[in-house]
């Protein structure tokens, strides 16, 4: 065996894949173990292979489990001398050794196999690989759940939208996508990596583009400011492909919150929009004062007085030619301001408040 070739050829396999090199080692390694077990060994028996390819040698042993008639009997388990040794045995040859662990015994060197084990270790060895690339592919995007992906649409099947993210597929379903938003193949979107489960057939990857919090990482991504923790997005609200509020606060005093968000003719929030495909942005500044605070939530309407009642309740006057705008088509501007202060808000022009009608959306 050129041992040379053969860790170039691992090393070329873990490229590919994308998998960690030791790990396709030891792939390797249980593919020989199957090969040593189908021509020298038992059916029963836990054959496993340690390749030195500095060295270039192989060593094989069987590996057996520590067991007791207590173990036993709590696993449900029949003794086998090919797979388990009793505890007093194993004591013998490690003196440390405790119930439940592995022992092992030095195999006689074996390098010539025949065809049927040849191909039991192909076969393994694919099956491993392909195990071990789906574990190091869930691992890698379960580390950026929470976070923003970018992939192509690769297909529209029924009512969802099947992403290309590079190494997996995920699915952006129905309830996730931006109402009445166009998916084409070929077409490059980003997302929020919503859930990554790992099932039956392999990583499974659910994207949200209806999420609230998908807006707020499109802004740590063109807002620096927000990424190094100097302004804050304190709270958001969203009706996904119509309207965003996000209330935002300034940790450094030098930086103005909402210019920041805003940037150098609206550049930084004109680039959420698109991304978003034309969503309007309200940018608000948040204040402790809950006064302030629903005054600005209600923008851009101009509120003249904000009164608080009890439970959570504020009443909101405007100037009678404010009043539309201070609640919105449908009442799309109240609801969102409720949904991002946590107030119920009743709206007022000065008239009304005077003969004691009111506006509210306290859902």
Known sequence: MDWKELKMILE??????????????????????????????????????????????????QIKLVVDENYLKENNLKFNEEKHIFLEDAKEIDPTIQVGQEIKFLLEKKTDFGRIAAQSAMQVLLQRLKETERETIYEEFKKKEGEIVSGIVQRVESKNVIFDLGKTLAILPKEEQIPNEFYRPGQRLKAYLLSVEMIKKGPHLILSRAFPKFVTKLFELEVPEIAQGQVKIVSIAREPGLRTKIAVHSLDPKIDAIGAVVGHRGSRINSVVSELGGEKIDVILYSEDPKEYIANALSPAKVLEVKIGEKNTALAIVPKDQLSLAIGKDGQNVRLAVKLTGWKIDVKSIEEAENGLSHSNNN
């Open 12 to 61: 070329e396999i873990a490229r590919e894949r994308g998998i960690n090199f030791e790990k396709v080692l030891d792939c390797f390694e249980s593919a020989l173990g199957v090969a040593y077990r189908k021509d020298y060994g038992k059916k029963e028996q836990k054959i496993k292979a340690k390749v030195d390819l500095e060295k270039g040698e192989t060593e094989f042993y």
